[in-house]
């Protein structure tokens, strides 16, 4: 059974930092793709960051480019996301993704990022 679970979400002021992490189980998933997702309420979901299995290729979201840093550490099995001079437009409840196959991916149950001063 594979299993994501997203932790440290919380409160920031604008202009602070959070790192999210993603710990997946159920599995050993270093050669597949994860992601970051985030959902503002009223608002669609969208990518935020994207980083590929073999090679670790990342990929960002315009907004948060130069901001945002996604990484791994396949011996733990968990992805992270740092997130750097925070704007209160980065609020939104941050999921992560798992990418096994074109019909095959997970979900985590999400974290709640809220910046305001």
């Known amino acids: 059974q594979v299993q994501l679970v997203e932790s440290g979400g919380g409160l920031v002021q604008p202009g602070g930092s959070l790192r999210l992490s993603c710990a997946s189980s159920?599995?050993?998933?270093?050669?597949?793709?994860m992601s970051w997702h985030r959902q503002a309420p009223g608002k669609e979901r969208e990518m935020v960051a994207r980083i590929t299995g073999v090679g670790g290729r990342v990929t960002y979201a315009d907004s948060v480019k130069g901001r945002f840093t996604i990484s791994r550490d396949n011996a733990k099995n968990t992805v992270y996301l740092q997130m750097n001079s925070l704007k209160e437009e980065d609020t939104a409840v941050y999921y992560c993704?798992?990418?096994?196959?074109?019909?095959?991916?997970?979900w985590g149950q999400g974290t709640q990022v809220t910046v305001s001063s």
């Open positions: 993704h798992l990418t096994l196959g074109l019909f095959d991916n997970y």
């Open positions: 159920g599995g050993t998933f270093g050669n597949f793709a």
